[in-house]
């Protein structure tokens, strides 16, 4: 289950490329709050406190904007081309209780034995596609490899699932399994290991700082 953080955020009034980067001199960060049908809110919080709850696992927030809180999730996090400066970060309104559709990365743990025979670990889905709580997002999915020797395979029906999460992928697919030398991989959908969760289904602002304008004739 996730660990909720907090985070204290100021409300800005200017947008745009070079707003942004005065920000970032600054050591501030520029963000976008929205959902739940409200008004999008600018806002810049401490880099440093924005990457210690990335750094730490935190998903679900406890926003202080302005003294106002409120529930919220990373929606998004930009890096630079490098992934070592934080750019910006998208936050989404969430209701502790509602139900999010969410992706959760699949982690392998122990040491295959038909690995040690010749075998080759074939992990082919990286991520899970589920439907959970805010508050009751998973970390990972740990999928226990220490007894499967070549030929095995661990499918989606057999992975242990969180208390009141639902998996949404095909029960079918195969998760991880120990090929022979040569084998053919198998063509599964495969996600980024160590991707924060994306939420599938909220309606998402235009990329960038510079689409702000563009956002706010809409309102």
Not at 167 to 176: A, G, K
Request: charged share 30%.
């Amino acid at each position: 289950m996730s660990v909720s953080g907090k985070l204290a955020v100021k409300k800005r009034t200017q947008q745009g490329s070079r707003e942004c980067a005065r920000l970032r001199g600054q050591g501030l960060i520029p963000g976008n709050l929205y959902g739940h049908k409200q008004d999008n809110v600018f806002f810049a919080a401490s880099t440093a406190d924005v990457l210690s709850l990335i750094r730490a696992g935190i998903r679900v927030l406890d926003l202080d904007l302005d003294g106002q809180v409120e529930k919220v999730l990373f929606r998004e996090i930009q890096w630079d081309s490098l992934g070592n400066e934080l750019l910006h970060v998208d936050l989404l309104r969430v209701d502790p209780n509602e139900k999010l559709e969410v992706e959760v990365k699949v982690e392998l743990k122990g040491t295959a034995p038909g690995t040690l025979s010749g075998g080759i670990l074939d992990h082919s889905l990286r991520t899970l596609h589920l439907e959970c709580s805010a508050i009751e997002i998973p970390d990972s999915i740990i999928v226990k490899i220490g007894t499967m020797e070549v030929g095995h395979a661990i499918h989606v029906r057999e992975l242990e699932i969180p208390p009141n999460t639902r998996v949404l992928n095909n029960p079918d697919d195969v998760v991880v399994r120990i090929a022979l030398p040569g084998a053919e991989k198998l063509e599964t959908p495969t996600g980024e290991e160590g991707a924060q969760p994306e939420v599938i289904g909220a309606k998402k602002p235009a990329e960038g700082e510079e689409a702000a304008a563009a956002a706010e004739k809409k309102k």
